[in-house]
């Protein structure tokens, strides 16, 4: 009976022990939990603030964008940068403001679906953007469409630099379409010029020969006269010769 009691009361301290070390190793994981919890929180917060400051960098160095575009008259009013142009309509505008002939904008309507989002922004990449020398991946285009940050301004600014470099236009120093217009007339009116002196030097060239054939006609004109005026008296000399001929006895 008393080695019953004395096994029964080891039992039982076994068993607080395994329970004070059970609770000992979740408190150690609580405070390791605890601890990565606080570090996972630091680092998250010195990205946040890696990434605001590059977001500050990034806002000093494209106040220029801002700029141009408040510059350029488009179909609506700009508000929120990232949300204006993420259906692709207001971006399509900029460029055609600067190169109409490449942008129809019937291709590209005001959509708030993200389905359609991604339909106007491929259109634009390949009807457009890959004409002017740029290109847009998957990734750029989704994180224009979910406002991800400067996204837009980033894109914003190759389109800048892309419209300098094909039309020559000089953004900068406030040169407009207007002056790409003066020279793509210029460029016109040389070729209507140019058409109208082959023309003309085609129509001189035919007023000789047309000259040359009346000349032709007038000579032939004459030689049938003479012919006509022979022919004429022939047929007199004929009618008297056979009136003489009857008058002498001779039937014909």
Known sequence: MENENNQNQ??????????????????????????????????????????????????????????WVDSIQLSRPKKNISRDFCDCVLLAEIIKHYIPRLVDLH???????????????????????????LRLTKNEISDIITCKPFAIEKLLQRVYAAIESKTGINIKNGEGPKNYYQKDNNIIN??????IEYYKKILNEKDKSLQELNGIVEVLEMKLNSNLEMNNKLEENINTLTELLKSKGVNL
Request: negative net charge.
């Open 107 to 133: 291709n590209y309507p005001s959509v708030s679906n993200t389905k359609h989002k991604f339909i106007n922004w491929n259109t634009l990449n390949e009807k457009v953007l890959r004409k002017i020398g």
């Open 190 to 195: 040389n070729n209507i010029r140019n058409q």
């Open 10 to 67: 080891e039992e039982e301290l076994n068993l607080e022990d395994n329970e004070q070390n059970n609770n000992s190793n979740e408190n150690m994981n609580d405070i390791e939990n605890e601890q990565n919890n606080e570090n996972n929180l630091q680092e998250q917060e010195e990205e946040d603030n890696q990434e605001n400051n590059n977001y500050q960098t990034e806002d000093n160095d494209i106040m220029y964008i801002y700029e």
